[in-house]
């Protein structure tokens, strides 16, 4: 089936894709609809969004996100269970044996530097916080081994306080949406709270996340069957034919992804709704 033929038997749900151009002028008032709008559409798009890491109390996230540093969500919860079973409060962290706590966490990667943090995160959180975790961002990164994104992560997960989690995908999708253009990710999360409400920070970071890794890739952004493409300035950085695209959705919902953006779901190979989303 051709990409015209694909496409006329489902309508877009948004209006024609646009050029950069478009956006040249882009005030700030106009970002903020845009970008509230693409919110909008994003929870549409991704009702499943997630933490993806497992855990149970906010000691469990502050170490599972710790953890997750240069690997998977899907390793980390490989190796949680385990661990979190030997080790329930941070005086157990603190009190841990390095060789036996190195040997558990040795999937995860940088396994000497992690369990450097997670004893000296226990022995910290013993000494000044009763062996509570505390709940405010500057005291969160005072804190060994965690940074402002992990921060965040626990502040919007663990403690239902809104926090903007600014990952690779969080990056490079703010830029290609046209929100921000900047490395920086402090500066990311400053200029995105600028524009989303306060309440959705913490879902929005999933759904972009989510977005990264099944729809709007690194490499090949599948922009030809992308919900965000009527409004989103960086339309055309992969394909933009309906079977290409369809070709590089990732993920259970594939099928569902190219319906929403008005693809064909039969473009989408079985392979990819098994294939591994981009860590
Ligand atoms: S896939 Fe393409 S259209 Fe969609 S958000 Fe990414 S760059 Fe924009």
């Known amino acids: 089936m051709n990409d015209d033929v694909a496409r006329s038997a489902y309508s877009l749900p948004v209006t024609a894709p646009v050029s950069a151009s478009r956006y040249a002028g882009e005030t ?24 993806e890491l497992d855990f149970t109390t906010p000691l469990e996230l502050a170490v599972a996100t710790i ?3 240069q690997t998977t969500d899907v390793r980390v919860n490989q190796v949680t269970p385990a661990l979190f079973k030997l080790y329930r409060s941070a005086a157990d962290y603190a009190g841990a044996d390095r ?6 966490l040795r999937p995860t990667g940088f396994f000497r530097a992690k369990t450097d943090s997670l004893i000296k995160l226990g022995q910290m959180l013993v000494e000044k916080y009763d062996g509570e975790l505390p709940r405010k961002l500057d005291q969160l990164v005072a804190l060994p081994g965690i940074g402002r994104k992990t921060a965040n992560v626990i502040l919007g997960n663990a403690f239902g306080v809104p926090g903007i989690t600014v990952d690779t995908h969080f990056r490079r999708l703010t830029n290609r949406f046209g929100w921000v253009a900047e490395d920086d990710p402090v500066k990311i999360e400053f200029l995105v709270a600028e524009l989303i409400e306060k309440r959705d920070w913490t879902m929005l970071s999933h759904r972009v996340i989510f977005h990264g890794r099944r729809v709007c890739h690194a490499r090949k952004p599948a922009c030809g069957a ?8 960086s339309y055309g950085t992969g394909p933009t034919e309906a079977a290409a695209a369809a070709k590089l959705l990732k993920g259970p919902r594939a099928r569902d992804l190219a319906e929403a953006a008005g693809v064909d779901p039969d473009l989408v190979p079985a392979a ?4 591994p989303e981009e860590p």
């Not at 700030?28 to 969004?49: N, Q, S």
């Not at 992308?226 to 300035?233: G, H, K, M, Q």
């Not at 990819?272 to 294939?275: K, P, S, Y």
């Open 28 to 51: 700030l008032l106009g970002r903020k609809r845009r970008a509230r709008k693409m919110a909008r559409v994003l929870a549409e798009t991704h009702p499943d969004a997630h933490c």
């Open 67 to 69: 953890l997750s540093a």
């Open 99 to 104: 060789a036996a706590m190195e040997t558990l």
């Open 226 to 233: 992308c919900t965000l493409a009527s409004v989103c300035p």
């Open 272 to 275: 990819a709704v098994l294939a």
